[in-house]
T-cell receptor, first 107, second 110 residues
Framework: KNEVEQSPQNLTAQEGEFITINCSYS?????LHWLQQHPGGGIVSLFM?????KKHGRLIATINIQEKHSSLHITASHPRDSAVYIC?????????WGAGTKLIIKP | DAGVTQSPTHLIKTRGQQVTLRCSPK?????VSWYQQALGQGPQFIFQ???????QRGNFPDRFSGHQFPNYSSELNVNALLLGDSALYLC?????????FGPGTRLTVL
């Protein structure tokens, strides 16, 4: 069983829709990253959180440490949000990478 | 602040050659991690450097080695290149747990 499970693997939605990506992990962690990777490779750190909820613009990330679950939400989605979104808990000094969710937002 | 920078952007080598990739961390960051991302795959942790020492290592052979300099910049060296070493090599810097990524170096081994 993978240490990090993300769902869905692929998601296609219309512009303006509310998007939710889920992440479950089985390892003990100190924090969890949500990362965005666009075609061509660049990785951007969206959030690092160890408890509760964080909001940045149209993005919201939540984490429940007891349930070992985190979610990333995108409100009022836009085609420029199309990317791969990766959940990566921090175990020790390294990130444990989820498989990623490929998100496509159609205009 | 230039953020995390990596050089070169692209590199083509042949099997058996050696390569050195470079990373300059974000200002104020003292920790550098290296990742390998093969096409269509998620990144794999190679190792992390802190205070010029390798602090943690992933499941990579000894052909992969690194170095961190007193200014916290870092190099990744790969010896005896194999076709399977073709990948995007990502560097991430951090001061606490939050990691910031560079644009990567695309290595092609022919």
């Amino acid at each position: 069983k993978n240490e990090v499970e993300q769902s869905p693997q692929n998601l296609t939605a219309q512009e303006g829709e509310f998007i939710t990506i889920n992440c479950s992990y089985s390892v003990g962690i100190s924090a969890l990253h949500w990362l965005q990777q666009h075609p061509g490779g660049g990785i951007v750190s969206l959030f690092m959180l160890s408890s509760g909820k964080k909001k940045h613009g149209r993005l919201i990330a939540t984490i429940n440490i007891q349930e070992k679950h985190s979610s990333l939400h995108i409100t009022a989605s836009h085609p420029r949000d199309s990317a791969v979104y990766i959940c990566a808990p921090t175990k020790g000094y390294q990130l444990i990478w989820g498989a990623g969710t490929k998100l496509i937002i159609k205009p | 602040d230039a953020g995390v920078t990596q050089s070169p952007t692209h590199l083509i080598k042949t099997r058996g050659q050696q390569v050195t990739l470079r990373c300059s961390p974000k200002s104020g960051h003292d920790t550098v991690s290296w990742y390998q991302q093969a096409l269509g795959q998620g990144p794999q942790f190679i190792f992390q450097y802190y205070e010029e020492e390798e602090r943690q290592r992933g499941n990579f052979p000894d052909r992969f080695s690194g170095h961190q300099f007193p200014n916290y910049s870092s190099e990744l060296n790969v010896n005896a290149l194999l076709l399977g070493d073709s990948a995007l090599y990502l560097c991430a810097s951090s001061q606490t747990n939050e990691q910031f990524f560079g644009p990567g170096t695309r290595l092609t081994v022919l």
